[in-house]
C-alpha cells in the first residue's frame, strides 16, 4: 500500500505560481508512475502529468504543457508539480496518484493509488 498526501495548493492570482507537493508513505515510489490529475467542479477527473519511475518519460497534457513541470525525488519519496503562469481554467482539485504498472498511463482508472487531493484556485 501506498499513501499520498498532497500540498501546496492555495489562492493565488492568475500569471502567479505554486508548487504542489506529494509526499508518499508506506513503500518506496521508485518503481512507480507517478502522476498528477486535476478535477473542477462539475468536471470529470483529467490527466495533467505523469513521471515515469525514473523520470526518463515525462508527459504533460497540452493545456499545461510550456507552463507546469513535473519531478520527483525517489530517495525522499516525494513528487512535485511547479506551476506557473496559471490561469483562471487551472482552478480544481489536484490529485497526485501512483501507478504500478512499469509502461506511463495517462488515464486516472489506470492508477491505483491516490492521494486526498489540494485545492488551487486562480482569480482573474
Known sequence: ??????????????GGSLRLSCAASGRTISSYTMGWFRQAPGKEREFVSTSSWSGSRIYYADSVKGRFTISRDNARNMVYLQMNSLKPEDTAVYYCA???????????????????????????
Open 1 to 14: 500500500q501506498v499513501q499520498l498526501v498532497e500540498s501546496g495548493g492555495g489562492l493565488v492570482q492568475a
Open 98 to 124: 501512483a501507478d504500478r504498472a512499469a509502461v506511463v498511463r495517462l488515464q486516472p482508472y489506470e492508477y491505483d493509488y491516490w492521494g486526498q487531493g489540494t485545492q488551487v484556485t486562480v482569480s482573474s
